[in-house]
């Protein structure tokens, strides 16, 4: 299954992407229940994130940066799942900040994923979709905030 949300922000792309760190993790974090950053060392290849979700329910979730690129027109990184919460099987983000024009850029998150079996697959389509949904208004506020 494929999720793919845009989000356009302010900013040059380049500067987008270099602010992608912890403390725009910590804001993406979501509203509802309660999660801890166990590690994360960045969004370069070879980086890692590790997440604890203590409540609701409790679930572990590691993802590791195996790719991480710029061009003329987009800056992307991509985290792999190597440790994923059940019913999640496979995981895949590209996290893709596209090029407007010198002052915008558009946020791409490109997630692909299955469950621990295809009934599973279908039925996590709209809590991802739900889950990352509120991301497009976070990307907002914070990049208007930060006056790239």
């Known amino acids: 299954m494929n999720v793919i949300l845009k989000s356009p922000v302010k900013g040059n792309y380049k500067t987008v992407m270099a602010a992608f760190d912890r403390n725009l993790f ?3 974090k979501p509203p509802q229940g309660e999660m801890e950053i166990v590690e994360f060392t960045g969004s370069k290849k070879g980086d890692k994130v590790h ?9 572990e979730w590691i993802s590791d940066i195996v790719e991480d690129g710029i061009s003329e ?6 985290d ?3 440790k994923l919460p059940w019913p999640l099987a496979t995981w895949t983000h590209r996290h893709i900040v596209e090029k407007v024009d010198e002052n915008n850029s558009v ?4 997630m692909t994923f299955t469950g621990t079996n295809p009934l599973l697959s279908l039925l996590l389509y709209p809590a991802i979709f739900l889950g990352f949904y509120p991301r497009k208004k ?7 905030n930060l006056n790239l």
């Open 80 to 82: 792999v799942g190597v």
């Open 26 to 28: 910590e804001a993406l």
């Open 51 to 59: 997440m604890q979700f203590i409540s609701p329910v409790k679930a």
């Open 73 to 78: 027109k987009q800056a992307w990184f991509k």
């Open 138 to 144: 976070v990307y907002r506020e914070y990049f208007n």
């Open 107 to 110: 946020i791409i998150d490109d």
